[in-house]
Structures are given as C-alpha cells and as structure tokens.
C-alpha cells in the first residue's frame, strides 16, 4: 500500500529513510567491487517500506532532493566503518535537474572524503523526468562537479524521456542497462536487438556499461559474451542494510 503525502512528509522531516547496499559484482574477477544505494523507510512493524511505495508521493525537485542528501549522510556513517579497497564503486541515483546543486558537490566530496579517495563514486542520473535545466549554466555545474573525480551514468539507458540527448548534454561516461531489458534476454529477439545497439554504442564512444536486475546464470552468461563484466541483480544478492552488507563485503576483501 502506497505511503500518503503526510506520512512521506514527516519521514523526510525527522530523516528517517535509510541506505540499502544493492552488491555490484565484477564477473571477470568473481569480486564484490561496489554497491548501488536505494532508499529504504523501516516501519514501525519491523519492516521497510520499498521505494514504489514512497517515490510516488516526493515531489521530484521539492523532496527528492532531501531524501538524496539523507541518505549520503547516512552512507558517510557506514563508510567510516566499512573495510573498502581501493576502487570501490559506489553508485546513487540523482535526478538530472539536480546535478548542478553546490550542496551535492560538497557533499560528494565528503564522501570521498571519508573513505580517504579511496572511492569511486557515480552518480547515475535518472531518465524517469524531463530534463529541464539543460542549459550552459546547467552544464558548467555538472563540469565542475566531474572536475572534483565524479563521474556520472545514465541510468536505465533507453526506458526514459531523455535518451541519448542526456547522454549529449551532460557527457556522462557510464550506461546503465536497464532490468527491462536484461529480464528478457534470451527470450525477446527485439530484446537482444537492443541490448546489441547499446553495447555498440558504449563502445564506439568509449562508454563504460553496468548491467542492472540480472537474476539468474543464464543473464549473467548472455550479457557477459557481449563483454559486459560489471552486473548486479538478485542472482548475486538482494539489497542490504548496511550491517548485512558490511559482513557480505568482508568475504571479498
């Protein structure tokens, strides 16, 4: 059941939202090399509420930027007690109207800060609404925000408003292969079809591609014989809480 606006509203307010580690898995290596955050609202019950049930109620410019800003205070704090080696990938979803706020280069920096540089962070920018502020202001922020070691993906390349145009204008150096897609490898020909077009395309301009929602060997195996090597999904581990994910990182240190 869908959370009301009032109770979104307090959540956000008394910064009750909380960070879940979705694994990124190199399949070359066999390793753990990064997570992906999502955001999480624990319940009184015991439970957490998942993001379908919260995102609908946030105003994409008035509350999403709180939520993001929450949860990177809340990594910072797992971070400092986390073992992390050296390249450790960690990814987060931004809205595109959101990259060029100064309160989200302070606060990547912090967290970059906090693991000593030893962090590779990624924002991955949203296609789920328009882009609106596209214009050379918009894209001096981002340059600056790049310029401090962040790079940026386009997240679930193909599925939004924006398309290569957000790939154009904000000069991101990562896809996101959407779930969408990589659920119906093997089963949809316009499927691989597009999976193909894609990872030409990554290629011909020397794009770096992470493949999201991967479930079972059979995907793991389809995308890797088409060079993808960085994967993440429930064939590997379901999101966890930061304490979870802290032990399940220690097997790969």
């Known amino acids: 059941m869908l959370l ?7 959540a956000l307010a008394k910064k009750q ?14 390793g753990c090399v990064g997570a992906e955050i999502l955001a999480r609202l624990p ?15 946030m105003d994409t410019d008035r509350d999403l930027p ?23 990938i960690l990814t987060m979803n931004i809205t595109p109207n959101m990259a060029g706020e100064e309160w989200l280069t302070e606060a990547c920096n912090q967290l970059m800060a906090c693991t000593r540089k030893r962090l590779i962070l990624i924002l991955e920018l949203t296609e789920r609404s328009p882009l609106t502020r596209n214009g050379p202001k918009w894209q ?24 290569l ?5 904000s ?9 969408e897609f990589v659920c119906r490898l093997g089963e949809c020909r316009v499927t691989a079809g597009i999976t ?31 060079g993808i090597r960085l994967m993440q999904g429930w064939h590997f581990s379901p999101p966890l809480s930061g304490c979870d994910f802290k032990d399940y990182l220690s097997q790969y240190i």
Do not use: C
Request: without cysteine.
């Open 17 to 30: 939202f909380i960070p879940y580690f979705q694994p990124l898995h190199d399949v070359v290596t066999g």
């Open 165 to 169: 145009n957000l790939l154009l204008l």
């Open 66 to 88: 709180i939520l993001t800003r929450i949860l990177m205070k809340e990594v910072e704090k797992w971070l400092i007690g986390m073992i992390i080696p050296d390249g450790f």
């Open 196 to 226: 193909d077009n894609v990872v030409h395309l990554a290629e011909r301009l020397d794009l770096k591609l992470i493949a999201e929602g991967v479930e079972t060997e059979a995907q793991q195996g389809l995308l890797a014989a088409k």
């Open 4 to 10: 009301d606006q009032n109770e979104v509203a307090v």
């Open 43 to 57: 319940l009184p019950d015991g439970s957490v509420s998942m993001p379908s049930k919260f995102l609908p109620m």
């Open 140 to 163: 001096s922020q981002l340059t600056r925000l790049m310029d401090t070691g962040i790079l940026l993906a386009i997240d679930d390349y193909g599925t939004g408003h924006s398309g």
């Open 171 to 179: 000069g991101a150096g990562i896809l996101k292969l959407p779930r």
